[in-house]
């Protein structure tokens, strides 16, 4: 014979708030995402008066409901045990977002056990309620007794009414799981990517350094003093080959410099700012870089020689990053233009070129870490844009991009201007 069903006197009414009320107080302090669901089917079962509580979960496929916390069932299938959408009660209760009551489960053709659960306990009758946010499915609550019981539309009242109360704060928490371990994830990630990287770039160190020596003893030809060439016209060969080759391994130097920048922009130590000649440093750095501008024309426009706060080593960085995208992606033979202005007591230095121009779309893409917008003229790596951002952050200026006049694009570095000098 079923158990009989306890009365519902006002006392027993008020007792049942009470307890929504302790559950939510409980839910909402839980410390871990284990104590909460541990909290949400101990309450349950004591206040349905059962013998087992259980939450399932549905998957973010969507496709099954996993066992998330039981306080009768085996508890080594947390995790583990699954039952598909629209299968068993569990599953229908899921697929119909509707209460179901079962009162003897041998006699229910929907009932089935579940793999892997302790089946000794026998299970006699089921409450079974949707839990239900912005009405999507969440899970599915579901208490049973170990003796037949006749539950009625009043337990299922009172259990849909605990598992209403519970839907959003079960939601919330599972997102804020989810989130906080898709960050350890991405932080874990980014540590192996950048000891990778780095550990890769150092030992490029010394295999540079080896053909740069090596590239010096072959163009080592004896002095000519004071007589004329053999052959004026080979020995210029070797030393058009000579700097080609000097002039690849300075790219792969400063290629290097870029990745390891991208990754530690205060790799070199603390940021230092100080007063700055930017339009000094933009002319001495033109001369430096001449072999890699010599097949296109210079213009500087610095109006006055205007100084700004700025740190030495990470400035010289960002003008090359800059300077040397313009060139590989400007045609030949066309103009690249360098200008230091004063905006509002802001110090901009501008790089433009005669190249494609860039869409607006892509005007910040391209400072993400290896995007490449690949054009008829050249294809980056995808670094040394990302480089110079992070390094103009790391010492609080900032770099955007900008059409330029006519066709191409122009980078700006704002920089905070030095008052006194």
């Not at 006002?10 to 410390?31: N, S, W």
């Not at 109360?165 to 991405?186: F, H, N, S, Y």
Request: glycine share 6%; aromatic share 4%; proline share 6%.
């Amino acid at each position: 014979m079923p158990a009989p069903t306890p009365n519902r006197s006002p006392e027993e009414q008020l007792r049942q708030l009470r307890f929504l009320h302790r559950v939510a107080r409980l839910a909402t302090t839980a410390r871990t995402w284990d104590e909460l669901l541990e909290t949400i089917v101990d309450e349950t079962r004591d206040a349905l008066h059962a013998d087992v509580s259980s939450l399932y979960l549905l998957d973010r496929d969507g496709s099954h409901l996993t066992l998330a916390a039981t306080n009768g069932l085996d508890r080594y299938q947390i995790g583990r045990a699954r039952v598909p959408l629209g299968e068993g009660v569990t599953g229908r209760v899921a697929a119909s977002q509707k209460a179901m009551i079962v009162a003897d489960v041998k006699q229910d053709p929907h009932f089935m056990w579940v793999r892997g659960i302790d089946q000794r306990r026998y299970v006699a009758s089921m409450l079974s309620v949707p839990l239900s946010w912005h009405d999507q499915i969440v899970g599915v609550l579901n208490v049973q007794t170990e003796v037949l019981r006749d539950f009625d539309p009043v337990d299922a009242a009172h259990l849909s009414a605990i598992a209403d109360l519970l839907a959003g704060i079960v939601q919330k928490g599972r997102e804020q799981r989810e989130a906080e371990a898709q960050v350890v994830a991405l932080q874990r990630l980014d540590e192996a990517r950048t000891e990778l990287i780095a550990l890769v770039t150092h030992e490029l160190r010394t295999p540079l350094a080896v053909v740069r020596a090596y590239a010096d003893l072959l163009a080592d030809d004896p002095p000519l003093e004071g007589r004329p060439s053999r052959d004026p016209a080979r020995r210029a060969q070797r030393e058009a080959w000579y700097q080609g080759t000097i002039d690849q391994v300075d790219r792969l130097d400063r290629l290097v410099d870029s990745i390891l920048a991208s990754i530690r922009p205060n790799a070199e130590g603390p940021v230092e700012v100080a007063p700055i000649d930017v339009g000094a440093l933009l002319e001495d750095l033109v001369v430096e870089l001449k072999p890699l501008l010599r097949q296109h024309r210079v213009e500087h426009h610095v109006e006055v020689r205007r100084h700004a706060l700025a740190d030495p080593r990470r400035l010289r960085q960002i003008i090359e990053h800059l300077i040397e995208n313009a060139v590989k992606y400007a045609p030949p033979n066309t103009t690249i233009t360098v200008d230091v202005t004063l905006v509002e007591g802001v110090v901009r230095l501008g790089v433009g070129d005669e190249g494609p121009g860039i869409p607006v779309e892509w005007r910040e893409r391209i400072f993400e870490p290896y995007a490449r917008r690949d054009t008829h003229t050249a294809r980056g790596s995808g670094i040394g844009l990302y480089a110079a951002r992070r390094l103009a952050e790391a010492m609080g200026a900032r770099l955007w991009c900008e059409p330029a006049p006519g066709t191409g694009a122009r980078f700006v570095l704002a920089l905070p201007a030095a008052v006194a000098v």
